[in-house]
C-alpha cells in the first residue's frame, strides 16, 4: 500500500473511532446522530479515497468511490430523515413544516 493510500485510510479510521467515542459517551439521541453522521461524510471519503489510491485506475476503483458517493450522499439525508422522527415523536416540534 501506498504511503498517500495508507494516510488516507489511516484518517478515515481514526474519525470512525473518534466518532463511535464520541456517540458511545453523549447520551442524547440527537447528539449521537451528530457523531454518527461523521462516518458517512468523512470517514468513508477517507478510507475509500485511500483504497481507490491504493487500488489506481480500474474497475476496483471505481466501484469504491461509486459507494462513498452513495454513502456520501444518502448518510447525512437518513440522520436527518432519524431526527426529524425523533423530534416529532418527542414533541418537540412546534409548528408543521412548510408543504
Known amino acids: 500500500m501506498s504511503p498517500v493510500a495508507e494516510v488516507l485510510v489511516g484518517l478515515g479510521v481514526l474519525v470512525a473511532l473518534?466518532?463511535?467515542v464520541g456517540a458511545l459517551l453523549s447520551r442524547d439521541v440527537l447528539t449521537r446522530l451528530h457523531f454518527v453522521t461523521l462516518v458517512t461524510?468523512?470517514?468513508a471519503p477517507l478510507v475509500g479515497a485511500?483504497?481507490?489510491v491504493d487500488a489506481g485506475w480500474s474497475a476496483?476503483?471505481?466501484m469504491d468511490l461509486l459507494i462513498v458517493l452513495v454513502l456520501a450522499?444518502?448518510?447525512p439525508v437518513l440522520a436527518a430523515a432519524t431526527a426529524h422522527a425523533r423530534v416529532r415523536r418527542q414533541g418537540l416540534?412546534?409548528?408543521k413544516a412548510p408543504e
Open 60 to 62: 476496483t476503483a471505481a
Open 73 to 75: 450522499a444518502a448518510g
Open 93 to 95: 416540534a412546534t409548528k
Open 18 to 20: 473518534a466518532s463511535s
Open 50 to 52: 485511500g483504497l481507490a
Open 41 to 43: 461524510s468523512l470517514a
